[in-house]
């Protein structure tokens, strides 16, 4: 089974062998009480999403390394409409709290794509791995 968008895929959170099963059984982001509930296998090739007991644990510094990225990428916008020294210096707090608003604002995203990350990174260096040393 070969996943022809493999970068798409992760973004839509879909599976990274297929590219086309869900991993998550909500149908979108913001269904806050069930955002972590994901299927056990693959809807349509059957790779497997649990992997291991604890295997998100590692997820979190997904989501921590993909918010750091966020912020980062805001710096240049807030630089942007404050280009002198003090304007940057002095406005400093609203790129603290535009920060803040969007880490809460795609928290729930970023919680499911850090994961969809994990699982395509374990799927993609270590899986494949023990797949060819069977063959
Ligand atoms: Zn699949």
Known sequence: ??????????????????GIGSLFK??????????LDMHEHCEH??????VETGF???AMYMSYIIT????????PIYYLFNNTREAFLDNAMYYLIACFAILIFTAPYVSQLSRAVWLKMHVKFFKSKTEENHH
């Open 1 to 18: 089974m070969t996943n022809r968008k493999p970068i798409k895929s992760v973004f839509f959170l879909r599976c990274p062998s297929c």
């Open 26 to 35: 909500s149908k979108h982001s913001y269904e806050l009480n069930k955002i």
């Open 45 to 50: 090739c059957h790779e497997d999403f649990e």
């Open 56 to 58: 998100y644990q590692g």
């Open 68 to 75: 750091c990225a966020l912020c980062l990428a805001i710096l």
